[in-house]
Every structure is written in C-alpha cells, then in structure tokens.
T-cell receptor, first 116, second 112 residues
C-alpha cells in the first residue's frame, strides 16, 4: 500500500530564516506531487505541483520554491521567511493522470509553520 | 475566474441529516471532490462526482449538477465524530494538467 510522510510536523521560525519541508511517498512510482498551504480562514491553496523529477509548476508567486530531486521526494523551501508564510502546509500525491474517484489526492499529515 | 463557495459553518443534531452546499465557477471543470478534515489533521477523501446525479456511499451521499455549477454533500444519521470541516474541491483541467481548486470549507458541529 502507498504511504506519504511529511516532516517536520511543527516548527517555529523567525522572520528571515530559511525553511525546508520534506515529503516522501512510498509504494508507488512516478506519482504526481503537490504542495498546498492552508492559512487560517482560507481554503487550501495550491503552491506547487510536479509530474516528474525536476518538473515543477508554480501556481502562486511567492518567496517559496519547490524541488523534486527524486521520483518520490518533494521539498518545499524558502531562503527568507515572511510573517505571511505562517500556515499549515500539506504535501499530497496522486497517481499519474488527472485526479478522479479512482485516482484521489491523498494528503500527508501536514506541517504547521509559525513565523515570528 | 475560479471560485468555490460553501457556507462557513453549520450546526446539526446527532442522528439528524445535514446538507452542505457548494457552488463553483471554473474555466475547465472536470469533476467535483468532497474531503473531510478534522481539526489539525489532513483532509481525507470522501466522494467524487463527474456526471450529474447522486453518488451514495453509506451514510454519505454527494450530488452534482454541472449545468448549475452546484454540488451538495448529504450526511445521514449524524454522529459526534462527523464534527469536522468539509471541503468542496473542483478539478480544473487546462492544457495538460488538472488541479484541484478548494473552497474554504464548511465547519460542521454536531451536538447531542
């Protein structure tokens, strides 16, 4: 069976510090990978998605970046955090192709980031 | 533009039925998902509709009308554990990629 791991679960970072969140998927090959952010009172916002190694699409201009160095590894980074980067970050995966009832988006447990 | 609307909060009584509505406007609609999210946890998949009509899964059912840009999630025989946020998400397909656009979620409180 497939599993998705995301870490760290919580972190508190000062403004201007760097960020690295990591996500790995097990039990599948060539997954589509996603990073979402959920800020208080707002819906899930798609930040990045990837259909393969080194292939990253950005949905929202920001000071965040994503990388996919291996097939089942997805990393979210920032060189300098802003207060507005606080939120609940969720990694997700789906199989190749469009999401559907047979190819659902499955989320990791999330990383709660507080920027002070 | 793309827009997903659903009520912010709802309250219902244990054992009752509740309907959570969702309206959407997307440029390349290709399906509607419902997710459940308990506080502080990740969303989990509940249902998917791509054709008009009702899909039933146990106590949960989901309905879609593509012509009206409308969906609802129906929860029967409510239990306390159903207290959670329910997220409506439209699959937007453009070019060669499809992405889920999420609403802000409806926070459902089930009371004894």
């Amino acid at each position: 069976s497939q599993t998705i791991h995301q870490w760290p679960a919580t972190l508190v970072q000062p403004v201007g510090s760097p960020l690295s969140l990591e996500c790995t998927v097990e039990g599948t090959s060539n997954p589509n990978l996603y990073w979402y952010r959920q800020a208080a009172g707002r819906g899930l916002q798609l930040l990045f998605y990837s259909v393969g190694i080194g292939q990253i699409s950005s949905e929202v201009p920001q000071n965040l970046s994503a990388s996919r160095p291996q097939d089942r590894q997805f990393i979210l980074s920032s060189k300098k955090l802003l207060l507005s980067d606080s939120g609940f970050y969720l990694c997700a995966w789906s199989g190749t192709g469009l999401p559907s009832g047979a190819n659902v988006l499955t989320f990791g447990a999330g990383s709660r980031l507080t920027v002070l | 533009g793309q827009n997903i609307d659903q009520p912010t909060e709802m309250t219902a009584t244990e054992g009752a039925i509740v309907q959570i509505n969702c309206t959407y406007q997307t440029s390349g609609f290709n399906g509607l998902f419902w997710y459940q999210q308990h506080a502080g946890e990740a969303p989990t998949f509940l249902s998917y509709n791509v054709l008009d009509g009702l899909e039933e899964k146990g106590r949960f059912s989901s309905f879609l009308s593509r012509s009206k840009g409308y969906s609802y999630l129906l929860l029967k025989e409510l239990q306390m554990k159903d207290s959670a946020s329910y997220l409506c998400a439209a699959l937007n397909y453009g070019g060669s990629q499809g992405n889920l656009i999420f609403g802000k979620g409806t926070k459902l409180s089930v009371k004894p």
